[in-house]
């Protein structure tokens, strides 16, 4: 297949870079200062605002599976950031509802959401079947399910993470209507512009993705993020050289993307 | 997930992945077996966990009917429905039936249609709120919206033929480089992602708050 060479090469790279970038962060040799994300510091002020409101928190960590070949990096953000949501929610003392729409996640939600309520020492507030709530695998049934549940709890906070498609901005306008302050995440290029119109903060591509990294609690994590602007960076020289050998009449570089 | 279960969960995680990479990478027809079954094997497991969402669901609904809380009749359609969902399935055996795909055509078609149709609505509202030229970020939004608008109405080339040119220099230039960028990114924050979920840095997709 064409282009697999140049893959491996590719990958390797940037694999090492951001092994390398962590491996410093972790031995303290090199730990990366990160600016504040406005969206990520968001989410704490929108659930301390419901319970300032005394009305539920809601997240959904998209449509698409565990093992999604295209959103499976979406849906295992979304779960890091349930985990900082769901945190947030036991500290603050608000109502959390997530809204799962795959059968695959609704394991792994249960399982951090009821780890979270057992850590900060609140497990009764876990409620089996009604804090992490099973909609619907169909897209549209998972759509009317959660709308629902947004206007049937009046929630003050509404989180969307992970992979959304079509119903992105069904879900996301119904929580402009209900008055909640939102704060989503995509990688789906043509969603983003539905976020971003209808929600107070957007996690914009890879920000979603580098939030799973900037919200553990192990600031070691953050070197992957320096890792990341490396592999940009070789990204940018790539494409100013492929530019510059193009303009001369070179095919070098760009028979070896397609090798 | 206690420790060695996590333990052993992020071995299988790191050797199954490293199969899947390697079977994309090399051609070997062993590789290629193996990385097949195991992509099966997510599918069967997919299959075995809507077991569990239906499980969920129905704790949860038959929660709300013994309580008679609020719009329970809901919740009894839902778990009717899902009953004659099932044994429509399972009596006629195939979900091609005609019976099957007659109770798909009525009702889910139709709502779904409804459903996904609503985006249009949804869409001009979102687009008053986006389009209100609040900061200089916003009237840039609405400029460049409303020239791309121009160039897909047909009124756009009636009024003048710059007008589509203008906006087709706009998405061709702007949004096919800002487009490209985002891509780019996300595809290395994808990878730098995977690389934390499979060498056990990222511990959330496995069920574990850290």
């Known amino acids: 297949m064409a282009g697999k060479l140049s ?6 790279l940037f694999s090492v870079l951001m092994l390398v970038a962590l491996y410093l962060a972790s031995k303290k040799i090199y730990v990366p200062q990160i600016r504040e994300h406005a969206g990520i510091q968001a989410i704490s002020e929108a659930v301390g605002r419901a319970a300032e409101m005394g009305r539920p ?7 698409s599976t565990i093992y999604d070949a295209k959103y499976a990096g979406d849906t295992a953000a979304a779960l890091r950031i349930l985990d900082y949501v769901a945190r947030q929610a036991v500290k603050s003392g608000s109502k959390l509802i997530v809204g799962i729409a795959q059968p695959t996640v609704l394991p792994v939600a249960q399982a951090i959401v ?4 057992t850590a900060e020492g609140k497990p009764e507030e876990y409620v089996e079947g009604d804090t992490v709530r099973f909609f619907s695998p169909d897209q549209w ?8 549940m947004m206007y049937r709890e009046g929630v003050a906070a509404n989180f969307l993470f992970g992979g959304h498609a079509a119903e992105a901005l069904v879900l996301a306008e ?4 209900v008055g909640a302050m939102q704060v989503s995440g995509s990688t789906n290029v043509y969603q983003l512009p539905m976020f971003i119109v209808a929600c107070d903060y957007t996690l914009i591509g890879e920000d979603q993705l580098a939030a799973a990294a900037y919200l553990s609690p192990d600031p070691a994590q953050k070197g992957v993020v320096f890792g990341q602007d490396l592999a940009k960076l070789v990204c940018v020289a790539l494409i100013v050289i492929g530019a510059l050998l193009a303009t001369m009449g070179s095919k070098i570089l760009s028979s070896f993307l397609k090798s | 997930m206690s420790g060695i279960w996590r333990s052993v969960a992020s071995a299988i995680l790191l050797v199954v992945s490293l199969t899947i990479l390697l079977d994309f990478a090399v051609r070997n027809p062993t590789l290629q077996g193996l990385a097949t079954d195991l992509n099966n094997w997510a599918v069967v497991i997919g299959a075995f966990a809507l077991g569990l969402g239906a499980y969920s669901l129905i704790l949860r609904h ?3 009917i013994s309580r008679r809380a609020r719009m329970w009749p809901y919740s009894v359609i839902l778990l009717v429905t899902m009953v004659v969902f099932v044994a429509t399935g399972l009596i006629t055996g195939s979900v091609s039936s005609p019976q099957y795909d007659w109770i798909y055509s009525s009702f889910i078609m139709p709502v779904s249609s409804t459903l996904y149709g609503m985006n249009a ?7 008053y709120r986006a389009f209100k030229a609040r900061s200089w970020e916003a009237v840039v939004l609405l400029v460049a919206a409303v020239f791309l608008m121009l160039k897909n109405a047909p009124i756009g080339g009636v009024i003048s033929p710059v007008l589509p040119q203008i906006g087709t220099v706009i998405w061709d230039f702007a949004g096919a480089t800002g487009m490209r960028a985002l891509l780019i990114g996300i595809g290395i924050g994808t990878l730098a ?3 934390r979920v499979i060498i056990g840095q990222e511990k959330t997709p496995l069920g574990g708050a850290e």
Do not use: C, E, N, Q
């Not at chain 1, 928190?57 to 449509?63: A, E, N, W």
């Not at chain 2, 609505?121 to 687009?127: E, G, Q």
């Open chain 1, 7 to 12: 893959w491996v090469v590719i990958t390797l």
């Open chain 1, 141 to 148: 049934g998972f759509a009317s399910s959660y709308v629902g």
């Open chain 1, 114 to 117: 009821k780890t979270v309520y």
């Open chain 2, 62 to 64: 038959g929660r709300i």
């Open chain 1, 57 to 63: 928190v809601s997240f959904s960590p998209g449509t």
């Open chain 2, 193 to 195: 992602l995977g690389l």
């Open chain 2, 121 to 127: 609505f949804f869409i001009a509202s979102a687009s």
């Open chain 1, 174 to 177: 119904t929580g402009a209507d």
